[in-house]
């Protein structure tokens, strides 16, 4: 026996066990605790002092009626329920046979998880999902995911906690075969109980309170217990859980809870830290990063309540994009101090780049940022393989849609659609060039009906603002034989640089700059440039210069040196010196002002340009803007798309 004994009352026993060591094991026959004395926390220390008695047993066990009133107080000592047994009373009541490990290994214990595989414990309402007589409200996708998808790559593990949580399932039979599942099919997890309950201490310290309920206090457990066995991994899909606990269970005891879906990512994310890194965005203070299963109180600010939306809806919108990684993207996008302003959630479904997240926090750049956004869009679609891109979300910000308009894209009663063509055409291959881009079954014949007219309508009568207008909306679709003026431009690297993002340079671009759309290149002379038509730029370097990108020059300006400056400050990289030492013997600049500038992922080399001008019978003049023929135009773009 052991007896708790209160010093200041040395000759009554506060509380007492009653046991016998059989075996390996130690084995509790009465836990009592004085009427007077309860709330003390006696039961907890004496079952404590048993297993520092006993460390070297495998465990304490323990037997109870389920009707008796102790019942609910085991969990809280560190017992898990096992089984259920008849008694030996003449009434054979049913006994609850309750456990509390000593983490000791056996035969059946968890060793770790095979080399290629990654371990991942489940809570109750997944479990039952899988294995429940009846089919939960896990979809039968995830189900597959589960199973079959993630089958070779994750180990899935229940905590000991399972066993209290299958006690409380109504029906014997089931919560017999249930058990039996649990113990044939899944290794036993090595906790220490007393281990479990410092890391559970822990965790409710930093909650700030007890859970309430008991389903709460066993969402809780199963947590700790896998911080308690070295499982960094626990998946739920109890929408509380992810909501309340996961950002503490990462911070605190070092447990990433995640749901079904996010689970592709997740361990996507543990295998590629690199991708889900910041990245800065076009070489500015602004970062765009993949978002990861740790980013939910950055992805929940982007929660559109003042439309009408449920935050239920939200969450699951953007778990099921995490579940289709990594064909799907959640694209994050944070200004210099971190802040997120942007969020785009994207999935390719056959030909057409769905984006079902399209959301926007109020910025001081919002309007350039939305048509960073539009264009960031055409990027995805060409990185997928897509061509079209269809806005799904009806909660997507408006500055957003008012940018994907002016980017090409038409509204309807299904969202924003768009087509993009990643290729160089003719006139006379553009509308079986156009038919193809819309030939998706998800595309109606209403929807393509615009873009095919146009195409019609250039192909038989050519100018240059409708085949510039359509290269825009079909962008980075190129007419190579439309009859628009093409410029070779030089410019010097520094420029360039802050212009385009191209050589990239270690210092970081102007923000505001950077993430424009639009942008102004000064210079003193004229040489015949006119807008609407194409600008390639020319960037000089120390042992060759390159053909770096293609722009729509829309704009041509010419003024005082002064009021050029003032009207396109916000645009250019040049400095109040930097124009008026441009101007000409008359203070007079030219400004041309670009949109839509495309850096070729292949630059084309001075060498190769003198070889194709060269071929034509061109001659090449680089030290100023200078107008190139159309067959010197297609060949250079044939070249830099290869």
Known sequence: ?????????????????????????????????????????????????????????????????????????????????????????????????????????????????????????????????????????????????????????????????????????????ERRRLRNIIASQYPRLPVHADRFESIREVFVRSLGKEPASTQDQSDLNHIAYASAAGVSTVVTRDNPVLRHLRSVAAADIGVDVVSPEELVAHIDESEAVSAYRPAALLGTGYSLKEAGTGDDSQLREFFSYASGERLRDYEQRLRALAGTRPSSSRLLLADPTGTPIALLGTLPLGDVLSVPVARMNQTALQATLAAQMASLLRTCASDAGARAIRITDPHAHPVLIDALLRDGFQMNAAGALAISVPRLCTLNELEAVVTGAVSDPSISGDEADSWLKSARRLASEPSARAALSLERQLRPMCIVDAPVDSWLVPIRPQFSAQLFGYPQELLARRDGLGISVEHVYYRGGRSGEAGPSRVLWYVSGAREGVVMGRSELIEVVDGPWETVFRDFRRLGVYTRGDVRSVADGRGQVRALRVVNTEVFPRPLPLRNLRRFAEGLGHSLQLRSPSRIRPDLFASIMKEVSL
Request: charged fraction near 20%; aromatic fraction near 8%.
């Open 1 to 173: 026996m052991l007896v708790a004994i209160d010093p200041a009352e040395p000759s009554v026993a506060q509380g007492y066990a009653a046991y016998r060591t059989p075996r390996n094991e130690v084995v509790l026959a009465h836990l009592v605790v004085r009427p007077e004395a309860r709330g003390q926390q006696i039961a907890r220390s004496i079952v404590g002092r048993l297993s520092e008695k006993f460390p070297d047993r495998r465990g304490i066990g323990a037997k109870c009626r389920p009707d008796f009133p102790a019942d609910p107080f085991w969990p809280r000592l560190g017992f898990v329920a096992l089984g259920s047994l008849v008694g030996r009373s003449q009434e054979a009541h049913l006994l609850t046979y309750w456990w509390r490990d000593h983490g000791h290994a056996d035969l059946m214990t968890w060793s770790g998880p095979p080399p290629s595989a990654f371990p991942v414990v489940m809570d109750a309402n997944v479990f039952i999902d899988l294995h429940g007589a009846k089919p939960g409200s896990l979809s039968p996708s995830t189900r597959r995911l589960l199973l079959e998808v993630l089958g070779d790559r994750i180990e899935l593990l229940v905590t000991p906690e399972m066993y209290n949580e299958m006690a409380r399932v109504a029906d014997p039979a």
